[in-house]
């Protein structure tokens, strides 16, 4: 089934001379349960087109359909909603409230959208993770690769239709690199997590089930 479609997505910036199309009419579709990495080098608008999807920025053109859900005509209230509900993101820099367990920073999105904590899930979530002795930490009390899982327990815990990953092991050391991708792709398979990544890594990315090559705001090469 298909959960994410890309249709002839732009983003523009500046005007006349000085406009600059960070992405350029882009299209692509990702099916419920993939794993795609998206690659290219610094300023090629992976970034951008990440954020996008994600409900971040908004698109000069094109549009976007997540679950079957038109999500650029949304008004930002409803995009708000809809994002916090199906959309999970993992930044480089973890996003941790540092007053927060790692609890408390993990079932956040449920706080904040008004509802339960689903306690199986989160159970699970940490039992997987390997963050169950953890749970009451504080950030500043984790390594640097806890503090990426406990982000990544928190994009997951409201089972969002997709998960979008900008550069996860960007700020993180060999071990803890190889430590985050085995929990994607433990989510990936274990709980049929349809994501997204964006890695200037080729080696990194080679281990998704598809790479998207982006130069210059296009597509250059899908394998």
């Known amino acids: 089934m298909e959960i994410l479609k890309v249709e002839n997505l732009v983003k523009t910036y500046g005007s006349g001379e000085n406009m600059i199309n960070a992405v350029d009419d882009i299209s692509f579709s990702v099916e419920q349960g993939e794993f795609v990495a998206i690659v290219g080098a610094s300023g090629s608008g992976k970034s951008t087109l990440l954020h996008i999807i994600g409900g971040v920025d908004r698109p000069t053109d094109g549009r976007i359909f997540i679950d079957g859900k038109e999500i650029n005509v949304m008004n930002n209230d409803k995009l708000a909603i809809f994002r916090r509900r199906q959309i999970g ?33 989160l159970d699970d979530i940490l039992r997987s993770f390997g ?41 993180l050391d060999t071990k803890s690199t190889e430590d985050i991708m085995s929990i994607l792709k433990l989510s990936n398979t274990a709980y049929n997590q349809t994501i997204i990544m964006i890695t200037h890594n080729l080696e990194i990315a080679k281990q998704a089930d598809r790479i998207i090559t982006i130069q210059d705001g296009k597509i250059v090469r899908e394998a």
């Open 131 to 171: 963050l169950a002795d953890r749970r009451t930490y504080l950030p500043n009390e984790l390594s640097g690769g806890q503090q990426q899982r406990t982000s990544i327990a928190r994009a997951l815990i409201n089972n969002p239709a997709i998960l979008l990953a900008d550069e996860p092991t960007g700020n």
């Open 89 to 121: 993101i993992v930044y480089q820099f973890y996003n941790l409230i540092p007053i927060l367990t790692v609890e408390e920073n993990i079932t956040l999105p449920c706080d904040l959208d008004g509802g339960s904590v689903d306690k199986e899930r």
